[in-house]
């Protein structure tokens, strides 16, 4: 499975970015998609999730509220529109593909990531 992160830029604080994911190859080996994000001398750190196939969503609670998740299979793709964006939401945001639903909120439960795409918000 290959992943395709795309959409980031710069943006004032308060306004909106839509993240999006393309999947490509064995997509049918996909259970889980993720978005996760990592800030300069942070870890990587869980945003929102997706299951592949129910459509049941989760998020960390720093987003929740501001970021929704939502797929489209036909296309194998996975959107994060983030709103209400805050400078600490800066960071290189990554999607990652699971083969099993567990342990969602760990990177490490994660089979498939993507190159990243940076998200910058002044304030």
């Known amino acids: 499975v290959q992943l395709q992160a795309y959409g980031g830029g710069l943006v004032q604080a308060g306004g909106s970015l839509r993240l999006s994911c393309d999947a490509s190859g064995r997509t049918f080996s996909i259970d889980f998609m993720g978005w996760f994000r990592q800030a300069p001398g942070e870890e990587r750190e869980f945003v929102s999730g997706i299951n592949w196939n129910g459509g049941s969503t989760y998020y960390a609670d720093s987003v929740k509220g501001r970021f929704t998740i939502s797929r489209d299979n036909a296309k194998n793709t996975v959107w994060l529109q983030m709103n209400s964006l805050k400078s600490e939401d800066t960071a290189v945001y990554y999607c990652?593909?699971?083969?099993?639903?567990?342990?969602?909120?760990?990177?490490?439960?994660?089979?498939?990531w993507g190159q990243g795409t940076e998200v910058t918000v002044s304030s």
């Open positions: 990652a593909a699971a083969r099993r639903a567990w342990n969602t909120r760990n990177s490490r439960s994660y089979d498939y």
